[in-house]
């Protein structure tokens, strides 16, 4: 039995997947026919059931992953392994205040929302009305919209929210932006940052050398898929070969600087990755 | 303001860190000298607090990365890059219920505590004796050891929880506890491997078509640090190769196996990582 | 002037490229009218010349990847980034004596018979008479086939050469061959093996334990292509994940192995690469 | 029966390695005591030869790669993984006549000059006096001095050649240089830089803007080399992360610009690496 509420992925003989947070009276319409969900509760996560048509569905109880892989979008999102990395450098918990801007789709704001939990709070700040209302509908379609309060602004003239536990800027030019980070994070915070050329990151690391951030950090993630043929195992083709650089750093606390590195030149982070 | 009970990372001017749940009444015993953690409490994160010799300490909120860097260890705990992915990909949420085994140093069982939260479960199997208590000592000290149930067990004999959420498996030959998953994990749940040689892989994965699983996954991630020099911009001269190479499949529902790609070959897992 | 019997390449004006030794008294056809050999003598390398349709065609002198990136294939070859580090570990010079199995489209033979030069052979063994035929070709075609002797057959009974420089192995089953190489190739010689997967791999080095093969090393060599724009620099999307992994090693002399490495390991190779 | 003239790689017990030009009348002073070359020359490669403390040494022939490791180094050199790269896209050859700069302690000059062969000609600018010193004495202990002319000037005022095959910078400001590249280097003929940080490569592509270069590309090459264990096989647990970047593009034929790529920006170039 799947309590009324919960979030169900719903995988059609083709492979096609619907979310759905589970509402006993809905009828879905699929390529494949109508479906009952009320007999997706009855039958559990495992659970086969099927359409007017007679096709199978199978219910699942869907991941983090698999709500990343089926963001609508319009804009690049950040990548699953961008996204988990981010969440561990930012000590995202249940529980957390986050802000992040910009949304974009909403990809890094399910993650955001799917840990933070129901006593947490996203505040995910969106310039473009359109990207909002598509970050909106991506939260609703997986009944995550409560956790994240949506921002339809510019954040030029600076964040509304006090003492955050994280903050993250996936925008063009994140050095516009660093003065207003100290009024809304925690000292001592964690600050992360998404950028895809180099001469980005290198603006951001200079602009953070007049601000009062320190331990920072810079590092790009790979992810290489292997064919999964156990007797012939080899990687793909292809890959991936680059999405962005991940820049994280913490905030001052407010009295001089100091360094949360060991070693000057953050050699020593390397050791652990 | 600090409240009793909350985890605290004390930065000593050599940047030493100490991890504490916050008391009140502790005085903590530092290399340069003794702590009021009544003290702390009351500078709140991002203060600054003197010991009795009058060093300086910055009273900081741990990330999750903070706290696996200082993981104890007396084996190789699994890496950050590595956690974040598997988070992902086993759907770990706050209230899930998850099993994991080999908890070794408990560098993951941290990990999992801190996501599912207060009401999920990490069920954490632990065959040595030794490790099973590291893992233990490890988690109380950052104060996580009410959510994960320690068991000091070798799972040749099967696990005794039933429809946990995921299952992740560190152990040597993973293929001889196949058998047990479909018992204990929720049919269409995730589970996940960890595997340092390809001939591991191989083997895992030639046992796992002999069992209900599909979906079969296989993948290795790779960080890359620079030097944060903004106008001397490059990777870092040396970089971990290798910790270990992730499997991730799908327990099949009870009927007859499905495939949850389109691609016949993994092909398309390769355009989202 | 380019001297009769030299090698170009001639690059039209949609960058297509056609390559030709040089004979003065030849008319090319090109899709973008007829071209004297004679003007292109004439004017030399960087030269412009045009055809009977006043299109213009550029005289350059090709590099060897050029040739490469040009070879007529039916079969995978090897790439550039594989055929530059085998070269330096098989010691290929002017003058060396090369076997190469099995030749393919003849990617790599080109490259052996580019520096081995005039003085030096390459013993380019083919199973496959289709394969022979695109080989020979592809050599004709850029004026090497002197350089090489084209064997079309099967490496089951042996080599029919004795004391070459090097070897190399680009075939299914390398370790059905192990037992001819020391009657063809010199003493302390470097041998190469190009394998796609990570069971071949290691049946390969299973195998040349029996026999005397000392210094194994297995690597891979990736490459990762930026966007050469200054302003925005950034790695290419996506990138070839996998070709091969390559094996070296070197025939013993013929009395008790030696270790050529002074880490037990080749964790030392692994400081130069 | 090695001939007079030829290099020879001695290999002492504990892998100690000296490398030599054959003279037979040289008597060579090891660790291990003397070492008559007579009879390194009457052995031959393969070959096991005796010092006068009856300790074993092996006569090897000596591979491209075995020299470049042994390259005395009071400067970073370059790896064996971008040289193999730089030889075929700057189409060294038997034959070749090729300008470097900076020469460092020669371990690029070591392989161009062991491509270009006794016909082809070195032209290797180094400014500072003690590694022009160093770069001879290490090209003189392996017999390839006769090849290379080294010259210990600025290249401030240009290159004394006309009309050389290919051109490598290796130097700090290669952009500083660049107008003097089309007098000395052959229209058409390919050039190339390695540079360790990205604001380099962002200086270097906008100077390139500038001048007569077309076909830029930038890249970077990794090694990973694996534990050569056939039961276990697996990557080394670290690997070098970074040496440089590689670019590469061509002089312009005296007229206006043409490009030699189909794609606009390079992609396709990611097709064949």
Same mark, same amino acid.
């Given at each position: 039995?799947i309590k009324? +509420?919960?979030?169900?992925m719903?995988?059609?003989?083709k492979?096609?997947?619907?979310?759905?947070?589970? $509402?006993?009276d809905?009828?879905?319409n699929?390529?494949?026919?109508r479906l $009952?969900?009320?007999?997706?509760?009855?039958? +559990?996560?495992?659970?086969?059931v099927?359409?007017?048509l007679?096709?199978?569905?199978?219910v699942?109880k869907?991941?983090l992953?698999?709500?990343?892989?089926a963001?609508?979008?319009q804009?690049q999102?950040?990548? @699953?392994?961008?996204?988990?990395y981010?969440?561990?450098k930012?000590g995202?918990?249940?529980?957390?205040?986050?802000?992040?801007?910009?949304?974009?789709?909403?990809?890094?704001?399910?993650?955001?929302?799917?840990?933070t939990?129901?006593?947490?709070?996203?505040?995910?700040?969106?310039?473009?009305?359109?990207?909002?209302?598509l970050?909106?509908?991506?939260?609703?379609?997986?009944?995550?919209?409560?956790?994240?309060?949506?921002i339809?602004?510019?954040?030029?003239? +600076?964040?509304?929210?006090?003492?955050?536990?994280a903050?993250?800027l996936?925008?063009?030019? @994140?050095w516009?932006?660093?003065?207003?980070? @100290?009024?809304?994070?925690?000292?001592?915070?964690?600050v +992360?940052?998404?950028?895809?050329?180099?001469?980005?990151?290198?603006?951001l690391?200079?602009?953070?050398?007049?601000r009062?951030f320190s331990?920072?950090?810079?590092?790009?993630?790979?992810?290489?898929?292997?064919?999964?043929?156990?007797?012939?195992?080899? @990687?793909?083709d292809r890959?991936?070969?680059?999405?962005?650089?991940?820049?994280?750093a913490?905030?001052?606390?407010?009295y001089?600087?100091i360094?949360?590195?060991?070693?000057p030149?953050g050699e $020593?982070?390397?050791?652990?990755?």
């Amino acid at each position: 039995m799947i309590k009324p +509420g919960q979030l169900v992925m719903l995988v059609s003989p083709k492979n096609k997947r619907y979310f759905r947070v589970l $509402q006993p009276d809905e009828i879905l319409n699929t390529n494949d026919g109508r479906l $009952q969900m009320q007999t997706v509760m009855e039958q +559990g996560f495992g659970g086969r059931v099927y359409t007017h048509l007679h096709r199978p569905y199978t219910v699942i109880k869907p991941t983090l992953y698999d709500l990343i892989k089926a963001v609508k979008r319009q804009t690049q999102i950040i990548y @699953p392994k961008d996204i988990g990395y981010i969440i561990l450098k930012l000590g995202v918990a249940p529980g957390s205040k986050i802000i992040e801007a910009g949304a974009g789709s909403g990809g890094l704001t399910t993650a955001l929302a799917w840990f933070t939990g129901t006593h947490g709070r996203v505040y995910s700040y969106e310039r473009r009305e359109d990207f909002a209302a598509l970050c909106r509908s991506n939260l609703e379609k997986i009944g995550l919209e409560s956790r994240v309060e949506l921002i339809n602004q510019d954040i030029a003239t +600076g964040f509304a929210q006090k003492n955050v536990d994280a903050l993250f800027l996936d925008v063009r030019t @994140p050095w516009d932006y660093l003065e207003h980070i @100290p009024s809304a994070l925690a000292p001592g915070g964690p600050v +992360g940052f998404l950028l895809p050329t180099v001469n980005q990151v290198s603006t951001l690391l200079s602009a953070m050398q007049e601000r009062p951030f320190s331990s920072p950090e810079v590092l790009e993630i790979m992810v290489r898929h292997y064919k999964p043929v156990p007797e012939r195992l080899r @990687p793909q083709d292809r890959m991936v070969a680059h999405t962005g650089y991940l820049v994280f750093a913490r905030l001052d606390a407010p009295y001089p600087k100091i360094n949360h590195h060991a070693a000057p030149d953050g050699e $020593q982070e390397s050791e652990i990755c």
